[in-house]
């Protein structure tokens, strides 16, 4: 088994989830990890961990979404994990990092360490519209940016904006209304 998958069986092991339904999430995802020593790889399907992490300005007002090239709609930040990536929160941090061009990002500590905020378990064609759906095990953090950081389009995006947390476009994934309402939440 990979680094990756051990800190993934580690991590959400640990995680004490927020309500009874993330739990069931926790657990359905160990028990993919348990069943899948390729369960971290994009190439496992029908279903593989994915991480990603929501962006919150410097002064906690505003998140960066980015508008998906393939989804159609604005998400956070993330995606699959790579062979280099031996923990989740690096993972969904690197892909912060790509994805933004800001520098200097930051994982947002929970109970004072990385930790995930939130699980979300969505259908994707990840390997293109011709393709089966494949089902992401997405495992989200919060990260901060630096005061002043701004933010660049990647190839991975169509648009990237900073939006208020009461100011989410219409076309915002119900999951990430919610992620954001938590976020707010956290960071009181």
Known sequence: MSLLHQDAVRTLGGWTAPDPDQDLLRRDYLDHLRDRPDGVWR????????????????????????????????????????????????????????????????????????????????????????????????VQYLVTAPAGAVASISEESLDLRWFGFDELPERTDQSVRELTALARTLLG
Not at 61 to 81: A, D, E, F, M
């Open 43 to 138: 190439s496992c399907h029908p279903a593989h961990i994915t991480a990603s992490a929501l962006v919150v300005d410097a002064e906690g007002r505003r998140v960066l979404l980015t508008l998906h090239p393939k989804v159609g709609r604005w998400l956070q930040l993330g995606g699959h994990c790579e062979p280099e990536d031996t923990d989740l929160a690096a993972a969904a941090l690197r892909e912060a990092t790509e994805e933004s061009g800001i520098t200097g990002l930051e994982l947002f500590p929970v109970a004072g360490t990385p930790a995930p905020v939130k699980l979300d378990r969505h259908a994707v064609r990840c390997a293109g519209r011709d393709q089966p759906e494949n089902t992401h095990l997405d």
